[in-house]
């Protein structure tokens, strides 16, 4: 790719104020984030992409490792059969399913599909696996690829193929199985706003909303500078729907045979948009420091000069001796191409060097959320820098914070209603019930997110928002992706 070709990516980032769809893809693209594929709907992961998502992987990895969990793989086939035993998931995931039906040159006698999501496959194997309650629990998890056959896409955010993990435990009562959802959405919380940078609202999802054949679904939902959500994580408790249609039983301490209760909870890549359009700008990425594939970039100032590349790959060393993800940029270009590229690829900071700084025995550091100037002594920087990523992190979590406050509105009349949630988040008393939720979503394009868990509407004599009935939770709404 060429100076020229590059300068004009650095030049052609749409405005986000403009056109924030335009923004998105450019910086997806231009970035070397992405690539449409041959095939639709789905898309290539570049290695820069890619770079982030393992970060993520690697973090969230952790966590589930740290809370118990083990990391297992299951087939991405899943006959129909199977799929067909729980009526309320089949009927969920129904137009999204991918089927083969043809292996070489022979037709299938029965269909397989693709698998959308896994707890009918994974839930047939824990009917074999579980035999008594010396079994349980059973804590897995896996990381691999769902297709989901999308008519509409954009890269990271809905594609037909995307990675994602899948955690599915099974539990003796219901009790423990709701106690495992909310650690498990309690994990993903701690991930976002930790790790992303992102703050996230927490609560349970309405009946239409949840996930097809679960008792419960708990979501994180995050605003975008745009104003709408985006589903960054669910959690669901399954209660003994699926251990009913797959035959997952257990023999109790007192001889009896007894279903289990299940659960399942699951993020996906559509995690990097939510981390491209909270926190990007009209230059183009701004990474949160904790999944920057590069933390600090080197730049060298008059790199022919004596001595500048010497101080520059000692600098590189050093980084890289205390933990940093650091990159050199030695190419010949210049050096304000090299500032408009690592800006638009979000590296948190610029590490400047040049004759004079390695005289005064100093690096100049440039934020890239602020971009912010300050001086720092060579010696030390190894404890500077992650102070300095740490306060990063902290000024681009308020930040965030500071929009989806700005634009989050108690409202009481359906009017108040209708503008709050054309530029951010209503909150609302509702009654609950579907053909409101539905009226409300044709009216406005607006759904609901997420409902308070510690706010009873009833007991505080509430009424819903629009149909003004007796409310019984206090909802979220808002557009979303």
Not at 122 to 135: F, L
């Amino acid at each position: 790719m060429g100076k020229n070709n590059n300068e004009e990516f650095v030049q052609h980032i749409a405005s986000r104020t403009e056109d924030f769809a335009k923004w998105y893809t450019d910086v997806v693209l231009k970035n070397d984030m992405a690539d449409y594929s041959e095939v639709k709907g789905c898309m290539v992961i570049k290695p820069y992409g890619y770079a982030i998502w393992e970060l993520m992987q690697q973090q969230m990895d952790q966590r589930f490792k740290d809370t118990g969990h083990v990391n297992a793989y299951f087939p991405l086939l899943i006959p129909e059969s199977l799929l067909m035993k729980e009526a309320e998931h089949v009927e969920g995931f129904a137009p999204e399913v991918a089927w083969v039906t043809q292996g070489g040159t022979e037709q299938l006698t029965e269909r397989l599909a693709i698998r959308p999501t896994s707890e009918t496959i994974i839930g047939t194997m824990y009917s074999k696996w579980i035999q008594s309650y010396r079994d349980l629990p059973v804590l897995m998890n896996q990381w691999c690829n769902v297709m989901r056959w999308e008519k509409s896409t954009r890269p990271f955010l809905r594609t037909s193929e995307f990675l994602w993990q899948e955690g599915h435990t099974a539990h003796a009562t219901f009790d423990e199985a709701q106690e495992e959802t909310m650690r498990m959405l309690g994990v993903y919380k701690d991930f976002a706003e930790n790790v992303l940078a992102i703050p996230v609202l927490t609560g349970r999802k309405s009946e239409k909303e949840k996930f097809a054949g679960a008792y419960a679904t708990y979501t994180m939902e995050a605003m975008m500078q745009d104003g709408k959500a985006l589903q960054m994580g669910t959690s669901h408790n399954l209660a003994d729907n699926f251990a009913k249609g797959y035959d997952i039983m257990y023999l109790s301490k007192e001889g009896k045979q007894e279903y289990c209760y299940t659960t399942s909870w699951g993020t996906s890549t559509r995690m990097i948009g939510g981390v491209i359009m909270v926190h990007g700008d009209d230059r183009g990425l701004v990474l949160p420091p904790r999944v920057a594939p590069y933390q600090v970039v080197i730049v060298p100032i008059a790199a022919h000069k004596e001595g500048v590349m010497e101080q520059a790959k000692a600098l590189l060393a050093t980084l890289k001796a205390a933990g940093l993800r650091a990159k050199l940029d030695d190419s010949d270009q210049s050096a304000g191409w090299k500032f408009n590229q690592w800006e638009m690829k979000g590296v948190p900071v610029r590490l400047e060097v040049g004759p004079k700084d390695i005289e005064n025995r100093q690096v100049v550091l440039v934020r890239r959320d602020t971009h912010e100037k300050q001086f720092a002594p060579i010696e030390g920087l190894g404890q500077t820098l992650p102070a300095l990523l740490d306060d990063i992190h902290v000024s681009l979590f308020n930040r965030a914070l500071a929009n989806r406050e700005a634009h989050t509105q108690d409202v009481e009349g359906f009017e108040a209603f209708t503008q709050a949630v054309q530029g951010g988040f209503a909150r609302a008393p509702w009654c609950g019930e579907r053909a409101c939720e539905d009226e409300i979503k044709a009216l406005t394009g607006a759904s609901t997110r997420c409902y308070l868990l510690d706010y009873d509407a009833g007991a505080h004599g509430d009424n819903c928002v629009f149909c003004g009935k007796k409310a019984k939770h206090m909802m979220y709404f808002g557009k979303a992706y």
